[in-house]
């Protein structure tokens, strides 16, 4: 049976490109670039032309990159950092942060801080909320770019604004794991302290990721040898590294085309839903709200689970959940609740995913097998008849 | 053949009158076929059997086939010798250097049976002698007749034998001397203690599980076969029959009144569960219904499911509470995968406000109304047998 993956925002497929470079940089660089000798030299000198390609490509300063394993590593190097300061102050996340985020909660509440959470509203951050917890006592602002289960594209440079304009500096980091690829991002523009990157979601290899850090020195998560300025001790992945900007770079150079394509997909899939109404499109596309290639649909009273299990059986890979953490569908929904949807939606949702690798076939006929699914499922489950 | 002596001490099957011997012939057969491919030789005597097996078997192949046995409540590995005393000291103090003996002891006794009263010492003057053989050999150790670090065991037989730790066994009697009983097994926690228990008391068992996917996962699947993996030894293999139920199920939520969906289905799988039983030879239905637990486990909603069965139903934990039944789950190594997040009914069968206290006439009337018949004869043609 011939399938088709609709769940990018979990993963990407990996780009042969980028896994050819891996082979090549693997078997060229594959000494450690913290030795002395003549290939650990040459490592090292490879890393820093990477490290400079890398902020090319995002347009910032080389300084100002940090290699990682990914994005749950770059926001816990963040958040454990807060660990190290003599006063704990207030920290301000918002509801929709993926669990790498919200799940430090626990943890800096234990050493003293105080964590708000701003309330969401229809799939975004309410932005008054927002402003009536800065203080004088923030030290961290974290609020992520694009949300991984709804697509909504949040306003951080609204909420960057309001904290540029308090009378104490702030630190704000923010989870771009979801932007890239999906939207236009520049990081100087957003104004943003930190921001975290993934490189499985843009076709790189998994196991690496990028940690953008604006200026001065945070403290490491662990403890080890001086590589990426003390920042992220452990032997440089360079092949992965080198991978991962041969997929940025197609990403970022192909990016307007892109997401003309991403937009034409959506609009044909919005299309086709349109004519049946039990499928709810939940933030339906608007530019510069919502991502073209994460779709947010309610198939009510259908379980989400049941739904994509069927789906699946038909070929289809599509999320009931947040995959990061399996069967995490008690904390995507309360993420659901948080952002507005009603109970019963929060239970009978769907995420849609797709990328520049999707075909118009293929959107098409999910949206017909949507269609199909729901009205079997529907029957299947309904039609009662109260005989006593 | 160079063997390992093993000692095994019954208890309750050592009371039974003129049957004894037909359970210490199950008990034999059970531990010969855990044995496997080890040669074995057993013999008997009063109130204790002996198991000579092949020195190459590994001592935790023989402790793992020993320790999930019912039948034995205790065993230790044993040293024999003749019938005379310079022999019998030499074995003692051979043992008394044995980890099992002197590791970690300041004080120990000696403690004899003379099962052959025509021995020429008393158990005094032979444990007499032998502790002060020992205590010559370790000058450090003390003897302690009250409560001794260590105990070194004599037992005047045929010949003599000697040991000194002794592990404790299950108890209960040999799996298959009461016969055998159709276990209805979930992905919970209570129906693999309730199999235990009956399992305890000399049942062999097959177990019977409900499958409606999509509604239910393979996941869920899966998790009820290595529940069923894990209780395997202690019931001597495990036969699971898996039975396709999603027609069923949604032939009763469609025709059922909501309030009474969890009843009905109850007793259709009740139902089911008794044909399966009949024909595969089973005299009893267990299930892991606690009083009270949830609604379909009031009294009143026992009496019904329970009159849709002609054979016993067994409850052996009808008067126990939660914490009590998940201490015996994290005993026979059930509890964490029976606590993995996959459900095994799917919330759109779970009414919100289930009967209580249903009429017993009335709910039979219900549902016979419901003629279930020809497709619980269908879904038993589609059983999916699984041997573990």
Redesign the interface.
């Known amino acids: 049976m011939k399938r088709s993956y609709f769940d990018w925002a979990a993963t990407t497929y990996l780009a042969r490109e980028a896994l050819e470079r891996y082979n090549e940089v693997a078997t060229l660089y594959w000494a450690n670039p913290s030795a002395v000798h003549a290939d650990g030299k040459q490592a090292a000198l490879f890393l820093q032309e990477q490290r400079e390609l890398s902020a090319q490509l995002l347009d910032v300063d080389s300084k100002q990159i940090f290699y990682t394993s990914g994005g749950t590593e770059s926001n816990s190097i963040i958040f454990n950092s807060l660990l190290w300061k003599r006063t704990q102050g207030e920290i301000i996340i918002s509801s929709l942060e993926h669990a790498s985020v919200s799940q430090y909660t626990r943890l800096l509440e234990h050493h003293g801080f105080t964590v708000h959470v701003v309330k969401a509203k229809d799939g975004y951050i309410d932005l008054q909320h927002f402003e009536s917890l800065l203080n004088e006592n923030t030290q961290l602002v974290s609020l992520m770019l694009v949300q991984n289960v709804l697509g909504t594209i949040q306003p951080i440079k609204e909420a960057v604004q309001l904290v540029r304009s308090q009378s104490k500096p702030i630190f704000v980091h923010c989870d771009a794991v979801q932007a890239v690829g999906k939207m236009p991002l520049q990081l100087e523009n957003l104004d943003v302290d930190a921001a975290s990157f993934s490189s499985h979601k843009f076709e790189g290899v998994r196991g690496v990721g990028i940690l953008y850090l604006k200026k001065g020195s945070i403290e490491a998560l662990s403890r080890g040898g001086n590589q990426e300025g003390g920042l992220r001790p452990g032997t440089e992945n360079i092949a992965s590294i080198a991978a991962m900007n041969t997929a940025l770079s197609r990403t970022v150079h192909s990016l307007e085309s892109d997401l003309i394509f991403l937009k034409e997909l959506r609009e044909i899939f919005e299309q086709e839903l349109k004519s049946y109404s039990p499928i709810k499109v939940i933030h339906p596309y608007k530019e510069r709200d919502v991502v073209a290639s994460i779709i947010h649909i309610s198939v009510v009273?259908?379980?989400s689970?049941?739904f994509a299990?069927?789906l699946s059986?038909k070929g289809f890979d599509v999320s009931s959940g947040s995959a990061c953490s399996h069967?995490s569908?008690a904390s995507s929904h309360s993420l659901l609740l948080a952002s507005g949807l009603s109970k019963k939606e929060a239970?009978s949702s769907l995420r849609i995913s797709f990328g520049h690798r999707t075909t118009v076939d293929e959107i098409k006929a999910l949206a017909h097998t949507l269609i199909e699914t729901h009205q079997q499922l529907h029957l299947?489950?309904?039609?009662?008849?109260?005989?006593? | 053949m160079d063997t390992k002596l093993y000692l095994i001490k019954q208890g309750e099957i050592a009371l039974k009158g003129q049957n004894r011997n037909l359970f210490e012939k199950q008990l034999k057969d059970n531990i010969k076929s855990k044995l496997r491919p080890y040669h074995n030789v057993f013999s008997r005597q009063k109130g204790r059997m002996f198991i000579e097996i092949d020195q190459s078997a590994p001592l935790s192949h023989i402790k793992h086939a020993l320790s999930t046995t019912f039948g034995i409540v205790g065993y230790s590995q044993a040293l024999r010798c003749s019938k005379n005393m310079d022999d019998i000291t030499q074995v003692a103090l051979t043992l008394s250097h044995q980890s099992e003996f002197i590791d970690g002891i300041s004080t120990f006794k000696v403690e004899t049976v003379r099962a052959d009263k025509g021995f020429p010492l008393t158990s005094y003057e032979i444990s007499a002698h032998l502790g002060a053989a020992i205590l010559q050999e370790h000058p450090q150790l003390k003897v302690n007749v009250r409560t001794p670090d260590r105990i070194l065991y004599v037992e005047v037989r045929d010949k003599v034998y000697l040991y000194s730790s002794q592990t404790k066994g299950l108890g209960g009697l040999p799996v298959s001397s009461a016969g055998k009983a159709m276990l209805m097994l979930s992905g919970g926690i209570d129906s693999p203690v309730a199999s235990y228990m009956m399992a305890k008391r000399g049942l062999k068992q097959e177990a019977i599980y409900f499958h409606a996917y999509p509604y239910t996962s393979d996941e869920a699947k899966e998790k009820v076969l290595s529940l069923a993996k894990i209780l395997s030894p202690y019931l001597q293999g495990l036969t699971v029959h898996v039975v396709p139920f999603t027609e069923c199920q949604l032939y009763m939520k469609a025709h059922a009144p909501e309030e009474q969906q969890t009843l009905i289905m109850r007793a259709a799988m009740v139902q089911l569960s008794e044909k399966l039983a009949m024909q595969r030879g089973c005299k009893a239905l267990i299930t892991g219904e606690a009083l009270s637990q949830v609604a379909s486990q009031t009294i009143e909603s026992l009496n019904f499911t329970n009159s849709m069965a002609s054979l016993t139903v067994l409850r052996p934990l009808v008067g126990m509470d939660k914490v009590e039944i998940i201490d015996i789950a994290r005993q026979i190594g059930t509890y964490e995968t029976s606590i993995l997040p996959y459900e095994d009914c799917c919330t759109i069968f779970s009414p919100k406000h289930p009967l209580v206290k249903p009429d017993v006439e009335f709910m039979r009337e219900s549902y016979f109304s419901l003629n279930l018949e020809a497709l619980i004869d269908k879904a038993l043609q589609e059983v999916e047998t699984v041997f573990l």
């Not at chain 1, 299947?380 to 006593?388: D, K, S």
């Open positions: 009273p259908i379980p689970e049941v299990r069927v059986d069967n569908t239970h299947a489950i309904g039609g009662r008849t109260r005989g006593h």
